[in-house]
């Protein structure tokens, strides 16, 4: 399958969806103005991606600084889609500030929501 | 006597005086515009990295909603659409809170939804709103929908009173919806 990325603008994070190399990445600010269908083709891709054409190790990167509530549930939404789909080797980071208290409990709430995806929090 | 949606704009201010002043139209543009001259407000203001998330991530939810809801919402070019509204911050230096006021019209059939949002958040501890926010993302996603009601829910977790809501009828099927936020 054809990798996807995508450039970080004001609005809209820089995203690297490589399906050769397993690597999915959400890097910048997420609030565009149509945020459910800025994220519909990266959905098509995932679905694709997690059934059945993953890489042997797949690293999914989440490094978002401000997003909008739509963008908490594609992000609850692409986690979901991760959990019920196939994969091999797994590793989730969600990188957040350590001087910012919601970056944590961002992760709190999607670790304890997808416990099988073992998402690793990371300071930055 | 209804007031005139051309003059609805945006500004920001720090206790009584002006310091950032935009008038126009809400679209795409104005609302990134308007929180990275939040965010260097904030900067400048020293503030910590948490309130300074808060005060941007609602500066743009409060745009978009205003963008998303407004009677006086139509489309542009490429898929965009332009509104017209209010939207305010206030730094309250003495207290080191900041105020976000916003002002728009709507159609006056979403008063009882909004009201309805809001209410059900009332008394819940900040525990509570985060596994509220869970069920509704969960059930979002089950019945496909598109996150109805985290905004609400993503405010009154950041703000330090409840949600202020007030409704003013400008004139039929009309109302000027105006939300106050503490942070």
């Given at each position: ?30 609030y ?13 891709w ?6 059945g ?29 991760i959990c ?41 | ?7 609805l ?7 009584d ?27 400048f ?21 205003m ?14 659409r ?45 525990k ?13 996603k ?25 409704f ?16």
């Amino acid at each position: 399958m054809k990798n996807m990325k995508l450039e970080q603008t004001d609005n809209s994070p820089n995203v690297i969806l490589d399906s050769l190399n397993g690597l999915i990445e959400f890097e910048g600010k997420s609030y565009p103005e149509n945020t459910f269908e800025f994220y519909e083709p990266i959905n098509s891709w995932l679905n694709e991606y997690f059934s059945g054409n993953c890489a042997n190790k797949t690293v999914v990167n989440f490094k978002l600084t401000y997003f909008n509530s739509s963008t908490t549930q594609i992000i609850f939404d692409i986690f979901d889609t991760i959990c019920e789909g196939e994969y091999e080797e797994l590793e989730v980071n969600w990188f957040y500030d350590s001087d910012n208290k919601n970056g944590y409990e961002d992760f709190e709430d999607y670790s304890d929501e997808f416990p099988d995806l073992n998402i690793n929090a990371v300071t930055y | 006597m209804a007031r005139n949606i051309e003059n609805l704009n945006i500004f920001v201010k720090v206790d009584d005086g002006d310091v950032y002043n935009f008038s126009g139209k809400i679209n795409e543009q104005s609302i990134i515009q308007s929180a990275k001259d939040v965010e260097e407000i904030l900067k400048f203001n020293n503030a910590n990295a948490t309130k300074l998330q808060d005060v941007y991530e609602l500066t743009v939810e409060m745009m978009q909603n205003m963008l998303n809801y407004s009677v006086d919402t139509r489309k542009i070019e490429n898929n965009k659409r332009e509104s017209t509204g209010t939207f305010r911050v206030t730094y309250i230096s003495s207290d080191r809170i900041y105020i976000l006021e916003s002002s728009n019209f709507i159609e006056s059939k979403d008063k009882e939804l909004i009201e309805e949002k809001v209410k059900i958040l009332e008394g819940l501890d900040d525990k509570e709103l985060r596994k509220f926010a869970r069920k509704k993302m969960r059930a979002s996603k089950d019945n496909h929908e598109k996150g109805a009601g985290l905004g609400f829910i993503m405010m009154a977790r950041k703000t330090l009173k409840p949600i202020d809501i007030v409704f003013e009828n400008i004139k039929n099927n009309v109302k000027e919806f105006k939300l106050k936020l503490v942070v």
